[in-house]
């Protein structure tokens, strides 16, 4: 019972539990607890609305009837990799992590990246963030380049992972 669909106006609800769920799961002790709440409190179900009218793609993954994980992608923002797609975002709640739901939603988001003539993918993750690195070396990434993001005053490095056309 595995539903995987763009998502509507009437998820943005969903989109922001899953969101802060998976944030804390994911970030609690990598970066800053204050800046952490303050981040995720930035991404309300208005803050989601107001994405999806600017035409943000975003898949959401549904486990018999149940939002579980969503994905955010769209053209290449990165200029140091020669990829034309990127997925911004692969977020799950933590219940459903690990069962293979997340290479499931990555690959139906790679297929339609591709499918729009967009060549090539780049993932950014957070460097110290072993699980997504783990996860995205799993299917296939390749640790191409470094980035740098600036949280509460502090530099945090990122690892970029490209996978070429297919």
């Known amino acids: 019972m595995i539903d995987l669909r763009a998502a509507a106006p009437r998820d943005c609800e969903a989109l922001a539990a899953i969101h802060s769920e998976a ?5 609690r002790g990598l970066l800053d607890g204050i800046e952490l709440q303050r981040l995720i409190s930035r991404r309300t179900p208005d ?3 107001k994405a999806l009218e600017r035409g943000v793609q975003i898949k959401l993954l549904e486990i018999s009837d149940q939002p579980a994980g969503y994905a955010t992608f ?3 923002r990165l200029d140091t990799v020669p990829c034309e797609g990127e ?10 992590q690990g069962l ?18 967009l060549n090539g993918l780049a993932v950014q993750v957070l460097s110290d963030n072993e699980l997504a690195s783990s996860f995205y070396e799993a299917v296939g990434g390749k640790l191409t ?12 490095s990122l690892s970029v ?6």
């Open 23 to 27: 944030w804390l799961a994911a970030y």
């Open 47 to 49: 803050w989601w609305r």
């Open 74 to 76: 769209g053209t290449c």
């Open 87 to 96: 997925i911004y975002e692969l977020y799950l709640r933590p219940e459903y």
């Open 100 to 117: 293979g739901f997340g290479r499931h939603l990555f690959e139906v988001v790679r297929s339609e990246l591709s499918a729009y003539g």
């Open 145 to 156: 380049a470094h980035a740098s993001y600036k949280s509460a005053g502090k530099t945090l």
């Open 161 to 166: 992972f490209t996978w070429s056309s297919e």
